[in-house]
């Protein structure tokens, strides 16, 4: 079991009922909880707290200040019959938090990797599975179950009982409403909601609430109805909006998120 350590963050205070494998690594002031398991190459960065019956299995790089809350399990095989025990990782970031009984599997050797940025939340029973990548400032309500190979940018916001399929991709400061079923990619900056899940309009709320400027904001609504809105198909509104919409870094960003599109997008 690790020792603890003492540092600028205060001591680093492991449970006796915790174990903690001798290749784990422990920053300054981590906390760990009654029967927590950590096992090998598990780093945890400085300021975390591990909660009680946590199980971190292995290979999993946590970040500074975060918290991960009763019965969570990271760092776990991914579910794929083609995982051969291959060496991948988990990533999360920092002051990310973590709730009860959430579930994060390492990558497989498609990525190498399971990514979770920093400042995100997952609340619990949440599921993050192999090569799945999430932006910063992701919020995962409770019960979103996520496939594997799943990309989430930065600012998403996702409704509970939420399932996704494998590959899609979420825009950034996209909100989906809850217990909607996400087979196709959503495009950023725009709300989708349902069973089949269909377009609500731009993410007003959102966007102005993170201080887009209305500049911004009308430029985006001007790209929304041409995309959405217009009789064009998706091509031909693509085209346009390059031609009559101004080609700030927002407008270029949905058109190239819509144009990379391998599973389509929800309209």
């Not at 991709?169 to 349902?194: K, L, N, T």
């Amino acid at each position: 079991m690790s020792e603890a350590t003492v540092g600028t963050r205060g001591e680093t205070v492991v449970h006796p009922t915790a174990l903690v494998d001798d290749d784990a690594q422990l920053g300054q002031g981590v906390v760990v909880g009654p029967w927590a398991i950590l096992g090998p190459r598990v780093r945890v960065g400085d300021g975390t707290e591990v909660g009680p019956r946590v199980l971190i299995e292995r290979d999993t790089l946590v970040g500074e200040d975060c918290r991960i809350a009763n019965g969570a399990v990271l760092g776990t095989d991914p579910q794929d019959l083609k995982f051969k025990g291959e060496d991948t990782v988990l990533e999360v970031g920092d002051r990310t938090v973590i709730r009860e009984f959430a579930t994060l599997n390492r990558g497989t050797e498609a990525s190498g990797r399971t990514v979770v940025g920093s400042d995100c939340l997952l609340m619990a029973y949440t599921h993050v599975a192999h090569d799945c990548e999430l932006g910063n400032h992701v919020i995962l309500s409770n019960a979103v179950n996520m496939a594997g190979h799943v990309t989430i940018e930065d600012w998403v916001i996702v409704g509970g009982l939420t399932p996704i399929h494998q590959f899609v991709r979420i825009g950034a400061h996209a909100f989906v409403g809850g217990g909607s079923r996400i087979p196709q990619d959503v495009p950023p900056y725009c709300r989708v909601a349902g069973n089949p899940p269909g377009l609500f309009g731009l993410n007003s709320v959102g966007l102005e609430r993170r201080g887009f400027s209305e500049e911004v904001r009308r430029s985006l609504k001007q790209a929304y109805r041409i995309l959405f809105q217009s009789k064009l198909n998706l091509g031909q509104a693509v085209a346009r909006v390059e031609v009559e919409v101004d080609a700030i870094p927002e407008v270029r960003h949905l058109i190239e998120f819509i144009r990379a599109s391998e599973r389509g997008i929800t309209l």
